[in-house]
């Protein structure tokens, strides 16, 4: 072997020594399986849980919720649109389906 081989070699024993060990491709590939389909799950949380989960976003937007819930865009874009429907959140901006929203305040109406 060239000095660059045996080089080469040393440095992979020794990188193989500290890297953890790998999944099976048979494992790998189930768990990717399973977390897609845990994306396309709308998430178990009512309604103010949500609202507690998104609140500290500074802009809630689809993508950000997607991140933030971990779930697919188009599940968190119907999370949003349900959410707007029950007032708890509000359409503050946006257009063409980028839309950014804000936690709605309920009013507290002194009569």
């Known amino acids: 072997m060239s000095q660059a081989d045996k080089a080469q070699a040393a440095q992979d024993a020794a990188q193989g020594a500290k ?4 999944k099976t491709g048979k494992d790998a590939r189930l768990a990717q399986q399973q977390a897609k389909q845990q994306a396309l799950i709308a ?10 989960t998104l609140s500290p976003l500074k802009a809630i937007t689809v993508y ?9 865009a188009a ?6 649109r349900t959410l707007e429907a029950k ?3 509000k359409r503050v901006g946006g257009y063409s389906g980028h ?3 804000a936690v709605s305040v309920p009013s507290t109406s002194a009569s």
Request: hydrophobic share 35%.
């Open 43 to 52: 998430p178990k949380m009512d309604e103010k849980q949500l609202v507690k």
């Open 99 to 101: 839309y950014i929203y």
């Open 64 to 72: 950000g919720t997607a991140r933030a819930l971990g779930l697919n």
């Open 19 to 22: 890297k953890p060990e790998k």
């Open 75 to 80: 599940i968190a874009s119907q999370t949003l």
């Open 87 to 89: 007032n708890a959140i």
